[in-house]
């Protein structure tokens, strides 16, 4: 044994083990055969030389399944690949990451639950947004109707057929000098260019009622602010027009005003919708501390 620690000494086996991976890692057959006595000289010391030359005789691994090694095997402790997880064994609390989280579940909770009120309606139909909503869908269901009834009542019964195509039918013959029906007997081309022409102003009403029944429908009934100033803008752009049309068949003998009793009431209406709008909105309005 005296001979085996020198040759540990001298570093014999130390560059073996080395030079080998731990898993294929094997002792010439000559030193494990050394343990047992061949290769000790008469004087009791251990024949290192002879120990070197017979290493060509030990058994080589061919891999994991070779059963050809030796018996003796160097097999050190592997460091492991990667750190010992921390657990509830450790010393370091989890604590604090474990509150960090639970207050951004609970933030994005609070998050999910504004954005759920926002899109949920805010009030119902008897209080003073539903009220200003129902009126803005009533002006574009009105809007809606007559884009599709009148081109119908013109194509099948004449240009007179739907009460004055620009302000009334009085006022239409006040300022051509006869009625719609004489102008279509004597000039039926004229009379089909007039007809044709309400097509092209039913086709815009018909674009303006779609958008004033979304607008009242996704913004308005949700206390949107910007949906009740959008209506009352809107429902208000026309009035400048049909006054300079009133002004000028005024000048043609037609009455002042006269034709624009339906305008004036669209016009009544939406001014009612916009007050109770915006003081519903005002209303509905949640704090500040609780949105935040």
Not at 81 to 97: E, K
Not at 270 to 288: H, M, Q, Y
Request: proline share 6%; glycine share 8%.
């Amino acid at each position: 044994m005296a001979n085996i620690d020198e040759a540990l000494t001298n570093g014999q086996i130390g560059r073996q083990s080395r030079s080998v991976p731990f898993w294929n890692t094997a002792c010439p057959d000559s030193f494990v055969d050394a343990r047992k006595g061949p290769f000790d000289s008469p004087d009791g010391s251990l024949k290192v030389s002879q120990a070197r030359g017979s290493a060509t005789h030990r058994v080589q691994s061919r891999g994991f399944g070779d059963r050809r090694r030796s018996r003796f095997f160097y097999i050190p402790h592997p460091t492991p690949p990667f750190p010992l997880p921390i657990g509830v064994y450790s010393d370091i609390s989890l604590a604090p990451a474990m509150s960090s989280s639970n207050d951004s579940s609970e933030s994005a909770s609070q998050e999910n639950e504004r954005r759920r009120a926002e899109r949920k309606p805010a009030v119902r139909w008897r209080s003073r947004i539903g009220v200003a909503t129902a009126l803005f869908l009533v002006g574009g269901a009105i809007n809606f109707a007559s884009a599709v009834s009148t081109p119908i009542l013109l194509h099948f019964l004449g240009p007179d057929a739907s009460g004055g195509l620009v302000l009334s039918n009085d006022a239409d013959a006040a300022f051509l000098g006869r009625s719609l029906t004489a102008v279509n007997a004597a000039d039926p081309a004229m009379g089909a260019y007039l007809v044709i022409f309400m097509y092209t102003m039913c086709a815009f009403m018909m674009a303006f009622a779609i958008l004033q029944l979304g607008v009242a429908w996704f913004a308005v009934r949700r206390a949107q602010a910007w949906g009740v100033w959008a209506g009352l803008l809107a429902n208000e752009a026309v009035v400048p027009y049909y006054l300079a049309v009133s002004a000028s068949f005024a000048q043609r003998g037609a009455p002042i005003l006269g034709g624009l009793e339906f305008i004036l009431v669209i016009t009544a209406v939406t001014v009612s919708a916009t007050v109770l709008g915006l003081s519903g909105v005002r209303g509905t309005r949640r704090p500040s501390s609780l949105v935040s």
